[in-house]
């Protein structure tokens, strides 16, 4: 494995990598710091002060799932006005040159999308739409806070912290009994949750199963920003790496996929990526 450890040393490989197009870019949070969304596991990620929402907590736990709702009714609008930046950019950019084909995004905030990418498979869902837990309904994120705002005029706790990257802030526990939370509309009042995997829950198997066909038509693939830490991400590596798919990591730091890369670029995203696309666009 080749290891560049300053934005200028791995250009020319990742280039030649990337060169002859077709590349599957899968992406992580890293990507999206830049835009003031925080990681969960980076120098600064929010799992070092925060336990995020699981799947358990919120479908079996009534206040658990109250308490999540009061939070991102707070904090949602700082994922919602979040803009691309120069890495999200890049990547459209790149697509647009044939360098890459498609994109697998673990992130949950949509900026590929806003940045221009297209054919964007977003791995653990988004945060702009909301899911009916008891009929299966999906609806705009956007629409709920239309409703929330007119039941809760009144609540406007100050947040104890920064946003949370599933959309929720840390509010003081004597808040939450001023908040009201609302049912689906299209069942009459079955309960909502973001349309997003939570910890401890399973990204659905259609959905994984187009990502490995992806990765098993990708020329390379190209890992941005992502620690690799969890199976979900990281056996998309595994899968490339046994297929013989040469894999190349851009990420500020170790990953747990190092050892299965071809080439490690290890520096800020937003430096390599739009020097990247000058070389190639």
């Known amino acids: 494995m080749t290891v560049a450890t300053s ?13 002859d197009g077709g590349a ?15 990681d969960y ?54 697509q647009q040159a044939g360098a890459v084909a498609a994109v697998i995004t673990q992130n949950v905030d949509g900026l ?7 054919d964007v498979l977003e791995l653990h869902g988004g945060l702009d739409r909301t899911v009916c837990l008891a009929c299966g309904d999906v609806a705009a994120r956007a629409a709920l806070d239309v409703r929330l705002r007119a039941v809760n005029p009144g609540f406007r706790p100050e947040p104890t912290d920064e946003v949370n990257p599933d959309g929720d802030v840390e509010l003081p526990e004597e808040a939450l009994d001023g908040f009201v939370m609302v ?45 690799l830490t969890v199976m979900s991400g990281y ?14 990591i851009v990420n500020s730091g170790p990953t747990r996929g190092d ?6 670029v290890d520096a800020p995203l937003g430096v390599v990526l739009p020097e990247l696309t000058r070389r190639l666009a």
């Open 112 to 118: 590929h999308q806003a940045g221009g990418a297209r």
């Open 183 to 227: 049912g689906c509309l299209a069942c009459g009042g079955g309960p909502l949750k973001p349309d997003v995997v939570f910890f401890g829950e399973t990204v659905p198997r259609d959905r994984v199963d187009a990502c490995f066909a992806l990765v098993d038509d990708a020329r390379a693939l190209l890992v941005l920003g992502s620690s």
């Open 7 to 19: 934005p200028v040393e791995g250009l020319s490989e990742l280039a030649g990598l990337l060169g």
């Open 41 to 94: 596991r980076g120098a600064t990620g929010s799992l070092r002060r925060h336990t995020p929402m699981t799947y358990q907590t919120f479908t079996r736990d009534p206040r658990g799932r109250h308490r999540y709702w009061a939070r991102s009714f707070v904090g949602w609008w700082q994922i919602a006005e979040a803009r691309p930046n120069a890495g999200h950019r890049a990547v459209a950019a790149l």
């Open 235 to 248: 056996r998309f590596v595994i899968h490339a790496a046994k297929r013989g798919i040469p894999v190349a």
């Open 24 to 38: 599957l870019v899968l992406s992580g949070a890293g990507l999206s710091t830049d835009s003031g969304i925080p």
């Open 259 to 264: 050892g299965k890369a071809s080439l490690k």
